[in-house]
């Protein structure tokens, strides 16, 4: 798109916003400073890179199988730097456990250390990219149905251990990058069918939670995530989001959001207000449920516009952190990847940009048929030459550039994998 079209249509939409009351170059100022924790699981399937037999389950489930999907470090690390030149802003990589840099060696999961991902600290560090991390209970032999609140003291010790070594790992990344590292914390353990000890189970797992986070550390910051159910495990879920909630307020840790891991019917943004008066923090994961939690690639609809604005209006962007957690192996993993990011900032954007300041007074005057109007009309202000005009300054393909980009990126290296 030629630059002189994007700048004129820019300074138009400039001026339009003014008119209700919207500085746009703050906005953009603003919009560059959203860092999305980008999932490293996309460009791999969530595979990892360890060298134990990987049983899958628990919850986890790429569908699909188009080919060029990374194959070892060396190809997701190239896949991620393609990634970086198709979006603007300075952002975050979000690692499982499972992504360390192990060699050849055999290294259990009570066994990672940060020695297993200083590579992945160096080549960050090299990127200009801050480092979050996840512990990885599923897709393991002592995985089963339940791992932290397992009755079984072997196996619930076992993933208690690999918890706090994981919790060290995100210390040491939060050091070595002088900014906090986050790390998730999310277990698949439940019940297919029904269960008469739930109130034992949840126990056990405040039991294990305790023991976990007994250590207190300065460089990295603990986020525990719900869900309603995982594939297999449909009647019952240890952690579920009224347990977590609870946790979360009692011990005052950050609760994580995942889009897709409540019911379809419920408003994700409508619980951003009611955690942050009793939280310190909030994560976000940032997928597209259809159906169930199917983990679609991430797009600019009603659910995400509706997220980011009620964070913007929450005036909530430093207690807010932002990732995206989905993995869709049935289109280009890299395209993917840059939908889910674009649509992101996308919603970010809107939400910086909507006349909040009228749209208050309008509310504290009982104005309720003009808050009504302006927040329709609001829809339609040229929000999208604004963003042409982010990703112009951001020297980065404007509007449906990147398609092409990313179809010659198949074609020179991932069409290339076997």
């Known amino acids: 798109m030629k630059t002189e079209l994007v700048q004129k249509a820019y300074e138009i939409a400039k001026e339009r916003y003014q008119a209700v009351g919207v500085n746009v170059d703050d906005v953009l100022a603003k919009l560059q400073q959203i860092a999305i924790s980008i999932h490293c699981w996309q460009s791999d399937d969530v595979t990892g890179f360890e060298k134990l037999d990987n049983l899958g389950g628990g919850g986890i489930q790429a569908t699909g199988n188009y080919p060029g999907k990374a194959r070892n470090i060396n190809e997701l690390r190239q896949d991620i730097e393609k990634v970086l030149t198709l979006v603007g802003g300075k952002h975050r990589l979000n690692l499982h456990a499972i992504y360390g840099d192990f060699g050849d060696k055999v ?4 066994e990672i250390e940060p020695a297993h991902f200083q590579s992945w600290m160096d080549w960050a560090k090299e990127k200009g990219l801050k480092l979050d991390f996840n512990s990885t209970s599923f897709g393991h032999p002592k995985s089963g149905d339940l791992t932290l609140a397992n009755p079984d003291k072997a196996i619930r010790e076992f993933w208690i251990e690999h918890t706090k070594r994981s919790r060290a790992i995100s210390e040491a990344m939060g050091k070595f990058q002088n900014d906090p590292c986050i790390m998730n914390l999310w277990i698949h353990d439940g019940s297919k ?7 034992k189970y949840r126990q056990i797992l405040e039991q294990s939670l305790d023991d976990i986070f007994a250590t207190d550390y300065k ?8 869900k309603l159910f995982g594939i ?16 979360g307020a009692k011990k005052q840790k950050m609760v994580t959001l995942d889009t897709g891991h409540f019911h379809l019917s419920e408003s994700i943004a409508d619980k951003i207000s009611a955690l942050l008066l009793f939280t310190p923090e909030i994560m976000l994961h940032v997928s597209r449920p259809i159906r169930w939690d199917s983990d679609h690639v991430t797009i600019l609809n009603d659910d995400i516009t509706d997220l980011a604005k009620e964070i913007v209006r929450a005036e909530a962007l430093q207690r807010v952190h932002i990732g995206l957690d989905y993995f869709d192996a049935s289109i280009n993993r890299m395209g993917a990847y840059v939908i889910g990011i674009r649509a992101t900032q996308k919603a970010f954007l809107q939400a910086l940009l909507e006349p909040i300041a009228t749209l208050r007074n309008y ?15 609001a829809k339609s202000l040229p929000w999208n030459a604004v963003w042409d005009y982010f990703c112009l300054k951001n020297n980065i393909a404007v509007g449906e550039e990147y398609i092409t980009e990313i179809q010659q990126y198949e074609k020179d290296v991932t069409a290339k994998r076997k």
Do not use: H
């Open 107 to 110: 290294v259990d999961r009570n």
């Open 219 to 226: 460089n990295m910051k603990d986020c525990i995530e719900a």
């Open 363 to 377: 509310e504290a005057n009982g104005q309720y048929f003009e808050r009504l109007a302006l927040l329709e009309e």
């Open 193 to 199: 069918d029904l269960t008469v000890n739930r109130y």
């Open 232 to 247: 297999a495990l449909e009647s019952y879920t240890v952690g579920s989001y009224d347990f977590y909630l609870g946790y």
